[in-house]
């Protein structure tokens, strides 16, 4: 044994020779990389850069990313502060929440920094598209969208949208078995999207099918942009083509209507009618891209929130009877009493049951309640956890350099969870703390403590329209639904890309029975 042992020792010393080399070797690139971005900074600012890690060479820190999704942040947030520097994706970072700071970002576009996607998401969605445009082109087309949303539009969508989420509803509830809200809510959400904001003629089964070629498309939207086969963007070309093959279709009927006799029925008709008052009347390919984009800003985000809303119900019972008790002082206890199924899917529209709407847009407004309840919901769990920015020049930020050609991230989520405007610590579930009561705090502090879609000149157009989405749905579920897990536990929530449950958030739904005290509200 003792002559073996000895044959080991300059084995064992090699290798430790060995692992003692590439140590040295890997600990000298590390520092070499955090060199090469220290030096890139703006030699003419004499501001530092934030700190923070750029991590490994090439890779950056976004396997931590990945590994640690929003914990990554918070706990970098909390060792650097409010602005720290990273590297994600192959690009320096520079991570920023808090008011004041999103605040310069968001004022500054166009000025300090510009709207970044990546090349991927360009060629997906086309270079005719509100998030692809900047300068002069961008606020034409805002001006153009910010019809499809107004007011007056929003009144011809909320009865339409109501009949869809009341269906949807109680088709839960008869479903005899667990459903998938993730899931369908992501259905629901394009049915919605393609039949009343583009006024698509589809049945169920085009419907579906329509779906899925989207959902691969924005399955693809943030994919490396090779052109090759068999990769993520190829996909998604091909699930885009899919798409606009359908929706030429539909837009040539629509360019060859007479719209001069009647109010414009969906958004592409106010877009092409908005447009040829302009005088720049779009082509058919400027069409279907505004098109697709629409059902993009619409897809993803209002399922994510609708799925949180109905989970964060689940867990505060007590929100639910303050909601049923808004609705009785507000005279809307009852919902339409036809039968699940009493109506079958018409080509061009959603069924009608025969009963006449009872929540409009002026009704929607006066449950204060509710819209306390759907803002915390949005503050709590927002759905998109931040947006992306090139800086155009070197700026200040917090008392550092944002150099020129870096991505700037301002986070949603870290801004809402460090405010300190609100009274209730900011990880409660706490409607209240939107009450009027309170209004006078919030109006004397910043109003980017609350972002959850964005803000400047680059705030969400359709925010109305998707608090009014998520309103409706409140309504709809406590005033003819109770639910329960379908799961042993809560699921845990995953939020990269998007905030959602990582089981899809399976739960019972069963249908109530009108109240024996006879108070109209199903109890």
Known sequence: MFPWGLSCVPVLGAAGTALLCAGLLLSLAQHLWTLRWTLSRDRASALPLPKGSMGWPFFGETLHWLVQGSRFHSSRRERYGTVFKTHLLGRPVIRVSG???????????????????PQSAHILLGAHTLLGSVGEPHRRRRKVLARVFSRAALERYVPRLQGALRREVRSWCAAGGPVSVYNATKALTFRMAARILLGLRLDEAQCATLARTFEQLVENLFSLPLDVPFSGLRKGIRARDQLHQHLEEAIAEKLHE?????????????????????????????LKESAVELLFAAF????SASTSLVLLLLQHPAVITKIRQELVAQGLGRACGCAPGAAGAVAGSWPDCGCEPDLSLAALGRLRYVDCVVKEVLRLLPPVSGGYRTALRTFELDGYQIPKGWSVMYSIRDTHETAAVYCSPPESFDPERFGSARDDARSASSRFHYIPFGGGARSCLGQELAQ????????????TARWELATPAFPAMQTVPIVHPVDGLRLFFHRLAPSAAGDGLCL
Not at 468 to 479: D, G, H, M, S
Request: hydrophobic share 45%.
């Open 468 to 479: 009014a989405v998520l309103q409706l749905l409140a309504v709809e579920l406590v005033r």
């Open 300 to 303: 993803f985000t209002t399922a």
């Open 99 to 117: 008011a004041e700071n999103v605040r310069t970002i968001l004022l500054g576009e166009h000025r300090l920094v510009r709207s970044q996607w």
């Open 258 to 286: 007479d719209k001069k006799a009647s109010e414009p029925g969906d958004a592409l008709d106010l877009i092409i009618q908005s447009t040829r008052e302009l005088g720049q009347e779009l082509s058919v390919q400027e």
